[in-house]
């Protein structure tokens, strides 16, 4: 599906909610608590608020990621199929960019407080430049469930043939093994 479904409902309790929906709890989500701390991690981190966490957005077109960068750390290349994506930089600096469809690179360096516009489906990233400071920012979707699409490991870890993309990359099987090889799961 391309986009939210318009609702005919003020709102939607799943069948089998195990949240009474008579009070605000069944609106409220509490998951990001032991995120939003002084704390930070050691890898980059998202921290997800969408229709999958939070059942009450089903329906309503909004969604959050609060997202942690350590030191020197990237969100690598990815695209959200279903939103548009707004962020906001609340902890240190990031140099931000996204592509369009005709391959241009839009960057810029944002800093604490700024907001950056992702356009709907476009190819972007987050990289903390800075090796001492961490940087944290929180992003907010016009999806209850914007989805995530990561460009290495769709490219590389979904199954498609290393000759086939020998040849869209331009270059050796062995070279594309290597790719796969840094993006497998630790074991
Ligand atoms: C309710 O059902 C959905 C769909 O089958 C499932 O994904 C979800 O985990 C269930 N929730 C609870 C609280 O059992
Ligand atoms: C939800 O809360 C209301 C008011 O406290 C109560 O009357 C109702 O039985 C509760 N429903 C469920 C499914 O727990
Ligand atoms: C987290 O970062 C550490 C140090 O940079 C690294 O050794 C480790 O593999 C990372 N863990 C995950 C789950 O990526
Ligand atoms: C945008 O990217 C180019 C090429 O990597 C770089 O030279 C430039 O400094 C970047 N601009 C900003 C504002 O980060």
Not at 62 to 80: D, K, M
Not at 146 to 175: C, E, H, Q, R
């Amino acid at each position: 599906m391309a986009g939210d479904p318009d609702i005919l409902v003020d709102f939607i309790v799943p069948a089998n909610s195990t949240v009474n929906a008579t009070d605000g709890c069944f609106f409220t989500f509490t998951g990001m608590r032991n995120a939003i701390n002084p704390d930070y991690p050691s890898n980059f981190t998202v921290t997800k608020a969408s229709v999958k966490e939070f059942p009450a957005l089903d329906g309503q077109s909004v969604s959050y990621a609060f997202l942690e960068y350590p030191a020197g750390s990237i969100n690598p290349p990815h695209t959200h199929p279903r939103s548009a994506e707004l962020l906001l930089v609340v902890g240190g600096t990031l140099n931000v960019g996204f592509v369009d469809t005709t391959n241009k690179l839009y960057n810029q360096t944002l800093k604490l407080g700024d907001i950056f516009l992702f356009p709907k489906g476009m190819v972007h990233y987050q990289s903390n430049d800075d090796p001492k400071q961490p940087a944290a920012a929180i992003a907010a979707f016009g999806s209850a469930n914007a989805g995530t699409v990561s460009v290495p490991m769709s490219v590389f870890t979904s199954g498609i043939d290393d000759n086939i993309l020998a040849k869209a990359f331009k270059t050796d099987v062995s070279t594309i093994m290597k790719l796969k090889a840094g993006l497998a799961p630790k074991a």
